[in-house]
């Protein structure tokens, strides 16, 4: 909506507030002139039905106003003596609409003192619930909100299965756009599986004063800028939504507005030097390893690596077999009962259930294989003696594609090497022509909403001749630590402002194997209650958390037993 558009929607507004309720405002004692003046009119209604002034404050937060009006519309009928549960039905499925009814009464009565005003178990139940979705909706919106890990694009510096603890507040708030949506959820509604939210109306972008800026290698949860997609592991034409309903996603900032970023043989480069990460950065690279002897799954695992398949040629599979060992594999091979491979992740095949279908397995041991590492653990492989060498794998050849950013021809970038390309920054301007538009452009027209052509060598930006534009907002460049399986940037490019959800701060909990079955599940007791950033090993603060909580109810235990003594 335009800023007209909400001027004359607030003054709708005003007029159907007044047209129900003057005469309820004139029966409680006050001029009914006071029903149409905008947020006074809020201040003297809340007066009216005995609740706090500062809550007309929460009718300018969307999503949690709708609720606020929801419990103003049943407080404004009890005390103008509509008590019943049916009454409160009415009210909320006719908008408030219901109240013209008491409003056009030839004289509403209206019940001054609050001590007469009778609540219902259920009514009290309701409130209560009410209340507490209101509270919740606000620290989730505001503060903090929780998020899971999904995917590995950021192994091993967060694993999946991991639970955290979101801030915010750190980059500054920002003012949720759809005003029309379910409290609490994304932009699914749990097993309805419908849409959350409307699409009109909508906020322009706001946010809240920061209390620091995105630093470079910090890592950020944001909404994919792409098209993005409706439900996450389905695979699907991408869909359109509010900026504040695309999927949400989370990785590392490598770059920051007004850097100029390089990525050279699969590291990235920031004004000229190789970027240095954080101690607690595990970025991962795709390396071969190679043994005349073989490479050993067994000793991989038993020096901690984990990211890698291994084969197993099965000489008498059925059909019964395989749907028993299905869900241990990521892929099979063969063209006969006889002749049949199957993949598996490092952890193999589990040897008792092997052993009970009588499957004739044994591993294929490669000559080579390929490893997903740290250069750490790569160093570390290296010194084995059972390893002849070990080799990082990047895309050094550059050919003219589609697939990376701007996903256009003849840009010839890869993901292990790009660039080099510079990071918009707000109020900087930058040469335009044809050949550098490519990069710009969806910004220009997407994020920045204005209307480009081009007309043969002339770029036209709203209609009038341009050689340079000035940008609007900072931009950022994000990629995940698991270099080789991660869509980032690389391939969608530049990540906005306004697109900024907040930092990741706590790992609350964290589960190994969520997505193999709740038979599967570990609990990762070592990153319970751990922070995500900070340098040194990670320490979980759970052990403390348990120790406090037990002193606080033991506090709580003796004061009762005290005040009964009294008692």
């Given amino acids: 909506m335009s800023g007209i558009q909400w001027v004359v929607f607030v003054l709708v507004i005003q007029i159907v507030h007044f047209l129900g309720t003057w005469k309820l405002y004139k029966a409680a004692g006050e001029a009914p002139w006071k029903a149409i003046v905008p947020i006074y009119n809020a201040i003297i209604l809340l007066k009216i039905i005995h609740r706090?002034?500062?809550?007309?404050l929460l009718l300018f937060l969307p999503v949690i106003?709708?609720?606020?009006?929801?419990?103003l519309w049943i407080d404004t009928l009890k005390y103008f003596g509509k008590n019943k549960s049916m009454d409160g039905v009415l009210v909320v499925a006719s908008l408030g609409f219901y109240i013209y009814t008491i409003n056009y009464q030839k004289t509403p009565k209206y019940v001054s003192d609050k001590k007469q005003i009778s609540r219902s178990v259920f009514s009290e139940w309701i409130g209560s619930i009410v209340f507490a979705v209101v509270a919740a909706t606000f620290v989730h919106n505001y503060f903090f909100q929780p998020y899971i890990i999904p995917t590995g694009s950021l192994e091993k510096?967060?694993?999946?299965?991991?639970f955290l603890f979101v801030s915010k507040f750190h980059y500054g708030a920002r003012i949720p756009s759809t005003t029309i949506a379910f409290p609490m959820v994304h932009d699914t509604l749990p097993i309805l599986k419908t849409r959350s939210?409307?699409?009109?109306?909508?906020?322009?972008?706001?946010?809240?004063?920061?209390?620091?800026?995105?630093?470079?290698?910090d890592i950020v949860v944001f909404n994919w800028p792409a098209d993005t997609v409706r439900r996450f592991f389905v695979k699907e034409a991408g869909v359109k939504k509010p900026l504040d309903k695309k999927s949400n996603y989370v990785k590392r900032c490598v770059g920051v507005a007004g850097d100029t970023l390089e990525i050279i043989g699969g590291f990235v480069h920031i004004n000229g030097a190789k970027n240095i990460l954080p101690d607690r950065a595990k970025v991962q690279y795709n390396f071969k390893a190679y043994s005349n002897k073989g490479v050993s799954s067994r000793k991989l695992v038993d020096?901690?690596?984990?990211?890698?398949?291994?084969?197993?040629?099965?000489?008498?599979?059925?059909?019964?077999s395989y749907e028993q060992i299905a869900p241990y594999l990521v892929g099979?091979?063969?063209s006969s009962q006889d002749n049949f491979t199957v993949i598996t992740r490092h952890t193999?095949?589990?040897?008792n259930l092997v052993r009970s279908l009588g499957l004739r397995a044994s591993e294929v041991l490669e000559k080579t294989k390929d490893l997903n590492l740290t250069v750490k653990e790569a160093e570390k492989i290296e010194k084995q003696n059972w390893i002849d060498s070990i080799v990082q794998r990047n895309q050094k050849i550059k050919t003219p594609n589609l697939s990376f950013f701007p996903n256009k021809i003849p840009f010839d970038w890869n993901q292990d090497n790009f660039g080099p390309i510079v990071i918009p920054k707000a109020g900087v301007a930058v040469d335009l022509n044809l050949s550098n538009l490519p990069l710009f452009k969806k910004i220009i027209v997407d994020y920045e909403k204005n209307e480009l052509k081009t007309d043969g060598n002339n770029i036209l930006i709203n209609g009038k001749k341009s050689l340079q534009y000035t940008f609007k907002m900072d931009y950022y460049?994000?990629?995940?630590?698991n270099r080789h399986r991660s869509e980032d940037s690389r391939f969608w490019g530049f990540v906005p402002e306004d697109h900024i959800v907040g930092k990741p701060v706590f790992i609350w909990f964290s589960i190994n194997g969520i997505n193999d079955g709740i038979q599967n599940w570990k609990v990762r007791w070592d990153r319970v209650f751990s922070t995500v950033g900070g340098s040194g090993e990670r320490v979980s603060y759970f052990p403390y958390f348990v120790v406090l909580i037990l002193i606080w109810q033991g506090y709580v235990y003796y004061r009762k037993r005290k005040s009964k003594k009294q008692g």
């Fill in 303 to 320: 020096l901690g690596i984990k990211d890698f398949y291994r084969r197993f040629r099965i000489e008498n599979i059925s059909q019964t």
């Fill in 348 to 351: 193999g095949l589990p040897v």
């Fill in 197 to 217: 939210y409307s699409n009109h109306p909508q906020l322009p972008y706001l946010r809240l004063p920061r209390i620091q800026k995105i630093k470079r290698n």
């Fill in 52 to 56: 706090p002034k500062w809550w007309v």
């Fill in 65 to 71: 106003n709708l609720m606020i009006f929801m419990i």
């Fill in 157 to 162: 510096s967060l694993l999946i299965g991991d």
């Fill in 477 to 481: 460049w994000m990629m995940g630590d």
């Fill in 332 to 334: 099979s091979q063969g």
